[in-house]
């Protein structure tokens, strides 16, 4: 519509929309830094990519401020869901060694669902793998991991990131 009424626009479109995008380092040379006192930590480059039935220009920028928030906030989701996890692995150590015998006994699908749910926020499936097998009189057994090199691959290629869209 906008393109049939001649109006100029700029927006923004998802990561997840252009992974190729997506997947440029931070740190690789074809971001050209802002040099402006306000704009420091901020660098960008464009392309241009057939989308919604026309040549458009997209700016990809990234921002050391936004990036040192979305790394805070994945830590922060780390830890929660860590600390879940925990709490699931012990408990289930205690039904295998009969410290709790009430409640329903924990099937892996149902422990299965349990982690689903604590690592439903971003990254989070990537970031810590989750390992359950059955264990002793049944009783599903927990591990997990956090993957570093994941952890490494999303700070580099995901955090810190825009795409903006224009036909400027």
Same mark, same amino acid.
């Given at each position: 519509? #906008?393109?049939?009424? /001649?109006?100029?626009?700029?927006?923004?479109?998802?990561?997840?929309?252009?992974?190729? #995008?997506?997947? *440029?380092?931070?740190?690789?040379? &074809?971001?050209?830094?802002?040099? %402006? =006192?306000? !704009?420091?930590?901020?660098? %960008?480059?464009?392309?241009?990519?057939?989308?919604?039935?026309?040549?458009?220009?997209?700016? &990809?920028?990234?921002?050391?401020?936004?990036?040192?928030?979305?790394?805070?906030?994945?830590?922060?989701?780390?830890?929660?869901?860590?600390?879940?996890?925990?709490?699931?692995?012990?408990?289930?150590?205690? $039904? =295998?060694?009969? &410290?709790?015998? $009430? /409640?329903? *006994?924990?099937?892996?699908?149902?422990?299965?669902?349990?982690?689903?749910?604590? !690592?439903?926020?971003?990254?989070?499936?990537? &970031?810590?793998? *989750?390992?359950?097998?059955? /264990?002793?009189?049944?009783?599903?057994?927990?591990?997990?991991?956090?993957?570093?090199?994941?952890?490494?691959?999303?700070?580099?290629?995901? !955090? /810190?990131?825009?795409?903006?869209?224009?036909?400027?």
């Amino acid at each position: 519509m #906008l393109d049939s009424l /001649g109006v100029n626009f700029v927006g923004s479109v998802k990561l997840a929309e252009h992974k190729d #995008l997506a997947k *440029v380092s931070n740190n690789d040379p &074809v971001f050209v830094p802002f040099h %402006a =006192a306000k !704009l420091e930590g901020t660098k %960008a480059f464009r392309v241009t990519k057939a989308l919604y039935g026309r040549e458009r220009i997209l700016v &990809v920028s990234y921002n050391q401020n936004l990036f040192n928030a979305q790394w805070l906030t994945l830590q922060n989701d780390i830890t929660k869901a860590t600390e879940k996890l925990s709490l699931l692995q012990q408990k289930l150590k205690d $039904r =295998a060694n009969g &410290v709790i015998k $009430r /409640g329903r *006994v924990p099937t892996i699908e149902s422990i299965k669902k349990q982690c689903q749910n604590t !690592l439903n926020r971003q990254y989070m499936k990537r &970031v810590i793998k *989750v390992t359950i097998v059955k /264990g002793s009189s049944d009783i599903p057994r927990l591990e997990y991991a956090i993957d570093a090199a994941a952890t490494h691959e999303i700070a580099d290629t995901r !955090l /810190g990131k825009n795409i903006i869209i224009t036909s400027r």
